[in-house]
């Protein structure tokens, strides 16, 4: 009997983001919490105490619209909060104040390029509150668990995708680009070893024999903390639920949804338990918070305070006359973004037709400029000393030009055996990294030394 399977990978996402407040999301303790002594930002809000009122974040709510409108999300002129009732020892009330039926935001899409240059679709962008955090340790030979409320009620935005992954390199795309646009916005560190960007993948598999389709039964990995551990374990489970498949011929419609945890040592799953559904949840509308409500002005003065990278990178290719790869460096970081901007405000730069932006440019991403310590003034004031005095002595001269010729082996290499145009190159890198140099034939004669040196 033929058994040649056709496999295809059916992935979708859930990222959820800690937002950077100053406080909670539905009362006034400080949302500081990492590394902070247990149990020591807590109230009777967060802990869920009788009579206990929540008062929505109002900062957080807007930072969840913006997170939406990064990713063309569409808003909803009126949302709302549930009530998401499930028993767990990390969730004091009982139940988790979320949203399910009309979300912050819903519908948008992503651009994640690649090969295909492939978009992914955005199911929702919803706000809600984080948990308290659980250790499992032992004393005395007992093991036992222990709860840390200082992180619950820490305001979260959850971003879902639909499935539409297919393979494990277009989810670290997702989440890299993802992760950048969040930094963007300023809204959130997504600093994963300090827990405020988590990802749970889902995951199962299409597998076509003969003319049959068959699909394996839906697994969600819980609170990864890393894109490599990501991609380890979704590789992980393809495997898993292929051979599982062709041993016991478990399908969607005999088995359930379940959510497993991932080892990071032994790069296995591993599966916890079922996985429930929304009416498992019991949602239904927060009594205790209004409706809100957003007026499409509310919606357009939030968009008018985006910028996002893609956007950048192309007006500083445009405005700027940078290279793609130079506007993708400095648009990585928003702060390096606004200095390079800033510097380029300069009074003596503008009269002065020497120092380019793209000069500017190399000093920031060649010189790697602590720009943090040194005001865009001052920077450019460096700048103009150097140009106008070429200010660079020949030790320092000879140190970057060793640095060149063993970054650049293939240039090297084409030059003593004969092709002339490698040289030309590597004076090329040469005054790009230590920009306008006004004596050719000085450095042409300093490489050839040094290469035989």
């Not at 950077?20 to 967060?46: D, E, I, L």
């Not at 340790?137 to 820490?154: A, H, P, Q, Y």
């Not at 700048?383 to 970057?400: G, M, P, Y």
Request: with cysteine; hydrophobic share 35%; proline share 4%.
């Amino acid at each position: 009997m033929n058994d040649k399977l056709l496999i295809e990978s059916i992935i979708g996402l859930e990222v959820h983001v800690e937002l950077k407040t100053n406080s909670k999301m539905f009362c006034g303790c400080s949302a500081s919490f990492f590394g902070q002594k247990p149990n020591t930002h807590c109230c009777p809000v967060c802990l869920g105490l009788p009579g206990a009122l929540p008062v929505p974040n109002k900062k957080a709510i807007e930072n969840c619209i913006k997170i939406g409108l990064a990713l063309s999300c569409k808003v909803n002129e009126e949302s709302y909060f549930e009530r998401k009732s499930y028993f767990y020892p990390d969730l004091p009330k009982g139940y988790q104040i979320s949203q399910y039926s009309k979300p912050l935001s819903y519908g948008g899409v992503i651009n994640i390029g690649g090969k295909n240059d492939k978009q992914i679709r955005i199911n929702r962008v919803h706000m809600e509150e984080d948990t308290g955090k659980l250790s499992h340790i032992t004393i005395e030979n007992e093991k036992c668990s222990l709860i840390d409320f200082n992180r619950s009620g820490v305001p979260l935005v959850e971003i879902v995708t639909e499935p539409d992954f297919r393979n494990c390199d277009d989810v670290i795309l997702y989440l890299k680009k993802l992760q950048r646009i969040i930094r963007f916005l300023e809204v959130s560190d997504c600093d994963m070893e300090k827990g405020s960007m988590r990802l749970e993948p889902t995951i199962n598999l299409k597998i076509t024999r003969s003319k049959n389709i068959y699909f394996t039964p839906l697994v969600e990995i819980k609170n990864i903390n890393s894109f490599r551990f990501v991609k380890q374990a979704l590789e992980y489970e393809i495997e898993r639920q292929s051979v599982e498949f062709r041993k016991t011929g478990i399908t969607k419609s005999s088995g359930n949804k379940t959510t497993a945890g991932f080892d990071e040592d032994k790069k296995t799953t591993f599966i916890q338990r079922s996985k429930e559904e929304a009416n498992d949840y019991r949602y239904f509308p927060e009594p205790d918070i209004p409706p809100m409500r957003f007026t499409k002005i509310d919606i357009e003065n939030l968009k008018t305070q985006i910028e996002l990278p893609d956007a950048k990178i192309i007006r500083f290719e445009k405005d700027y006359g940078l290279s793609e790869y130079d506007a993708n460096i400095l648009c990585g970081k928003k702060e390096l973004a606004e200095y390079y901007e800033e510097s380029l405000k300069s009074q003596e730069l503008k009269t002065l037709k020497s120092v380019t932006p793209k000069i500017v440019a190399n000093w920031l991403i060649n010189k790697k400029i602590n720009y943090t310590k040194l005001l865009p003034s001052e920077f450019i004031q460096k700048i103009i000393s150097v140009s106008q005095n070429n200010a660079i002595s020949d030790d320092e001269l000879k140190k970057i030009i060793r640095k060149i010729i063993k970054n650049n082996p293939k240039a090297v290499s084409d030059y003593k055996s004969g092709k002339n145009a490698a040289m030309m190159f590597l004076v090329g890198q040469t005054i790009r990294e230590v920009g306008k140099f006004k004596d050719a034939n000085k450095l042409i004669d300093l490489i050839k030394h040094l290469l035989n040196d």
